[in-house]
């Protein structure tokens, strides 16, 4: 069985300061996780992923995350919001040995202000 | 350009009258998957296939079916909507390994009156 928990439904930062969405997940396997983004009326992108290489995971447009094993952590942080961040963000696990079944979080809603 | 396709992007019906939704790549991925997404849910995986004639329910399979008859293709079929299916609904496809991502459709906004 695999879950994941996003911990926060919304976070709101001011452009400028650091972001930080935070991802627990729970599998019996060797997961593989994801970071997904959604912007309004639009289908999710990826953002970054890590599947049993480096723990440190660099992504496009400067997110990164990383991997805790010990923790079952898997948080997304960014130095500096842009405005352009402002969306909806969810993060996904994935059974590392048999592909198919995904889980999703309940996704972050991330609003930045100016 | 390397795309997932959904038809139609929003639709209106009513109770118990059959619909279709269409999902094609073109990019000759294995994998396939629909889900479905609503407000504080976020997605749930409906059904997935994992090559022509697999498929397999996720996590939320009850009123749907799909079939993969042919590699780019994997249509959504309510055969009878009710009004719990009102929701967005995507389309998505990867490459056929647990550390692919996957490329996902725009998205169909379903309505069952």
């Known amino acids: 069985a695999q879950s994941v928990t996003q911990l926060d439904s919304h976070v709101s930062v001011s452009e400028g300061t650091p972001v930080l969405l935070r991802c627990n997940y729970s599998s019996s396997y060797s997961p593989s996780l994801f970071w997904y983004v959604q912007h309004p009326n639009k289908g999710l992108q990826l953002l970054l992923k890590?599947?049993?290489?480096?723990?440190l995971v660099k992504g496009i447009n400067g997110f990164e995350a990383e991997f805790k094993k010990s923790e079952t952590s898997f948080h997304l942080t960014k130095p500096s919001a842009h405005m352009s961040d402002a969306a909806e963000y969810f993060c996904v696990v994935s059974r590392g040995t048999s592909y198919g079944k995904l889980t999703f979080g309940q996704g972050t809603i991330l609003t930045v202000h100016p | 350009e390397a795309q997932v396709t959904q038809n139609p992007r929003y639709l209106i019906t009513v109770t118990g009258k059959k619909l279709t939704v269409t999902c094609s790549q073109n990019m000759n991925h294995e994998y396939m998957s629909w889900y479905r997404q609503d407000p504080g849910l976020g997605l749930r995986q409906i059904y997935y296939s994992m090559n022509v004639e697999v498929t397999d329910k996720g996590d939320v399979p009850e009123g749907y079916k799909v079939s993969r008859k042919e590699k780019r293709n994997f249509p959504l079929i309510l055969e009878s909507p009710s009004p719990n299916q009102t929701s967005l609904y995507f389309c998505?496809?990867?490459?056929?390994?647990?550390?692919?991502?996957?490329?996902f459709g725009d998205g169909t906004r379903l309505s069952i009156l």
């Open positions: 890590y599947t049993s290489a480096a723990t």
């Open positions: 998505a496809s990867s490459l056929l390994s647990s550390n692919q991502p996957q490329h």
